[in-house]
């Protein structure tokens, strides 16, 4: 798969793009393609452990899990900042947290309530294009705990 960064012109971060196949065998790419991306990031690991989340949710509860189906993840960062989202194909229902008891030791529906304990921010809307929705998420950090500027390439 190829991956192309691109520059949108609203937006002062450079993004980097991929689309996975929605199987679950391509949840560990997309870990993979956000590592890659934030490996000089304090949050790279967090952001892996949440983009896996969301690949999770979108090819389980959207039609990206659906024979030819597929999931996009899109990765934006800036000094001591990234936003990670997760487009799938739409499902019956929006995401919510489901804020389960800690004590609860059923094995589904904690990804977004990790989310929401791990993120700075994190929603979800409607894809522009009406074929789905966008999940995503914020980290933030301090300059100064950031190993090296994020390694989102720009060019």
């Known amino acids: 798969m190829e991956e ?3 520059l949108p012109p609203d937006a ?7 689309r996975f196949p929605g199987l679950p065998s391509q949840i560990k790419h997309a ?8 490996a000089t990031s304090p949050e790279a690991a967090t952001a892996t452990l949440l983009t896996s989340e969301l690949a999770t949710n979108a090819i389980t509860h959207s039609a990206s899990g659906r024979p030819g189906g597929k999931f996009e993840v899109t990765v ?3 000094s001591g900042w990234t936003r ?14 489901q804020h389960k008891d800690p004590y609860d030791t059923s094995e589904h529906g ?5 989310v929401e304990a791990l993120a ?3 929603g979800t809307e409607p894809r522009a294009d009406g074929l789905g929705l966008l ?16 390694g989102v390439r720009s060019g």
């Open 76 to 78: 934006r960062a800036a």
């Open 84 to 97: 990670v989202e997760v487009r799938d194909l739409g499902g019956s229902e929006l995401p919510q947290a």
């Open 135 to 150: 999940v995503w998420f914020e980290l933030t950090w301090d300059e100064g705990a950031s190993l090296d500027s994020p």
């Open 31 to 38: 870990r993979r393609f956000v590592e890659r991306l934030l």
């Open 110 to 114: 904690r990804g977004l309530d990790l």
């Open 120 to 122: 700075t921010k994190w």
């Open 12 to 18: 002062d971060a450079p993004f980097s793009r991929r």
């Open 4 to 6: 192309r960064p691109v």
